[in-house]
């Protein structure tokens, strides 16, 4: 019997992530995923013959935000350059929002972005300036609260303790977590409309309406909106890919092709995994990197991901369209919540049949709603509704092609045996990453919703994998 001081079960980025912390610090540890490559939750997925990337293919902060930070602590190095070579980011913000009256182009430029602004907004444009003026003002106070400026810093609960500067600038943002973000935005005197476009955009990052936030959030979303943003081919497929290739290179041990049949335990303690082929691992620590969401205890009040795959004939997409939608329309049947969709066009169309392009749609619901077939399909209708409103001539040239309710329901099963964990605290520190009932077992997030990916789950899971290694 094999033995490593860490076994993780997923190859995703936080995975990977947590695998090149651990293999830096000395320990044997071993990646087991059941997939041919690289990617875990974030792989691509044959449906209806079309090819699907999973996760987030819109990336903000990938060169001064979280994301690096991450790398960074992982030892993960030169990332960036591997990922421009191989799938070609590209470094502006490709996302329009798409409101009943209006669309309206968003930019990471703060100038750029007031020219677009006092284009739809004329009569608000100095409300709107000041609005962002203190927007960024906060976020200059609290960035240390967003992004860690010490690399080698051991976690937020020893900068706080030890460091006076930064202990201060808690305390002096600690009201901004207090003031809700839609009362905020209400006090300059903007209306329902800017609200509602704010408010794409807090969907689109935190998958929260300002009536959910505080002010401090709504700051982090618009600050990491602010950063130069990227597309990147198969989004966090072709991250996972990179890093793994990077840690092949040092011989670390990854097995794919390769599924867990049980986990070995002795007095309720982990002690080591046995494999469908039969063969057992023996480690003394296990970290799973699957999807948190389906652990949460509250789950009624989850948002969960439910996405929708079309299909249309490549010349009904119209040339104004961008890469990334975020969109409302109609609201008089549903709420702001279940109506908005997120749409990403399928960045290689090579892999689609001749002539069609591959679309996505994603739309942030209630965890009960996958569970009620009947609102369910209304759903669905009414997002392919508004997709016919959005593509003119579309009607015998958009094609359905499935959606991904029963890999929540594939999920939710997996998770079933997990039901006791707990999150591990402080919670702010490190969201998203649990202990389970049995010693020595943990589980980190491998959840990146498919929207504009922040890194958050991704920082989260390295320092979490710090402390446990510790």
């Known amino acids: 019997m094999e033995g490593f001081d860490y076994i993780i079960a997923g190859a995703g980025a936080s995975g990977l992530a947590a695998f090149s912390l651990l293999s830096k610090n000395g320990k044997k540890v071993v990646v087991i995923d059941e997939k041919e490559s690289a990617g875990g939750s974030a792989c691509i997925s044959q449906i209806g013959g079309y090819q699907f990337p999973q996760g987030p293919l819109l990336f903000l902060g990938l060169d001064k935000g979280i994301f690096p930070i991450a790398f960074s602590k992982a ?149 990491f909106l602010k950063m130069d943003a990227a597309t990147i081919r198969d989004g966090f497929n072709t991250i996972s890919k990179a890093m793994a290739d990077g840690l092949d290179k040092t ?92 749409i990403s066009i399928v960045p290689d169309n090579s892999r689609q049949p001749k002539g069609k392009r591959g679309l996505k749609i994603n739309m942030f619901v209630e965890r009960d709603v996958l569970s009620d077939s009947e609102r369910l399909s209304a759903l669905k209708e009414e997002a392919i509704r508004q997709i016919r409103w959005l593509m003119p001539f579309s009607d015998d040239r958009l094609y359905y092609v499935g959606d991904n309710s029963d890999e929540h329901i594939r999920q939710e099963k997996f998770a079933e045996q997990f039901e006791s964990c707990e999150p591990f605290k402080p919670y702010s520190l490190y969201p998203n990453c649990f202990k389970s009932f049995l010693k020595h077992c943990y589980l980190i997030s491998d959840f990146m919703p498919p929207s504009a990916g922040t890194g958050r789950e991704l920082l989260s899971a390295v320092r979490f994998t710090e402390k446990i290694g510790r």
């Open 251 to 342: 011989g670390s041990s990854i097995r794919y092709n390769t599924r867990i049949k049980e986990i070995v335990q002795v007095n309720n303690q982990f002690c080591g995994v046995r494999l469908e082929d039969g063969s057992e691992l023996e480690a003394d620590y296990l970290i799973l990197n699957i999807p948190h969401v389906y652990l949460q205890k509250d789950k009624g009040k989850q948002r969960v991901v439910y996405t929708i795959y079309m299909a249309a004939d490549e010349d009904v997409i119209p040339a104004a369209m961008k890469d990334n939608l975020a969109m409302s329309l109609d609201l008089s049947r549903f709420p702001l919540d279940d109506n908005f969709m997120y």
């Open 75 to 223: 030892g993960i190095n030169n990332l960036k350059s591997q990922i421009s070579e191989n799938a070609g980011a590209i470094h502006e913000l490709p996302l329009q929002i798409v409101l009943p009256e209006q669309r309206i182009n968003l930019y990471s430029d703060r100038q750029e972005l007031f020219e677009e602004l006092n284009r739809v907004f004329p009569d608000k444009i100095d409300a709107v300036r000041m609005f962002y003026n203190k927007i960024d003002e906060i976020a200059e106070i609290a960035k240390p609260l967003f992004f860690p400026l010490d690399k080698d810093d051991k976690g937020f609960e020893r900068i706080l303790r030890l460091s006076k500067e930064k202990a201060r600038i808690f305390f002096s943002t600690a009201k901004y977590g207090y003031e809700k973000a839609s009362k905020f935005l209400y006090g300059y005197g903007l209306d329902a409309a800017f609200k509602r476009f704010v408010d794409m955009q807090t969907l689109l990052v935190l998958q929260k309406t300002t009536n959910e936030i505080n002010l401090l959030s709504l700051v982090e979303a618009l600050t």
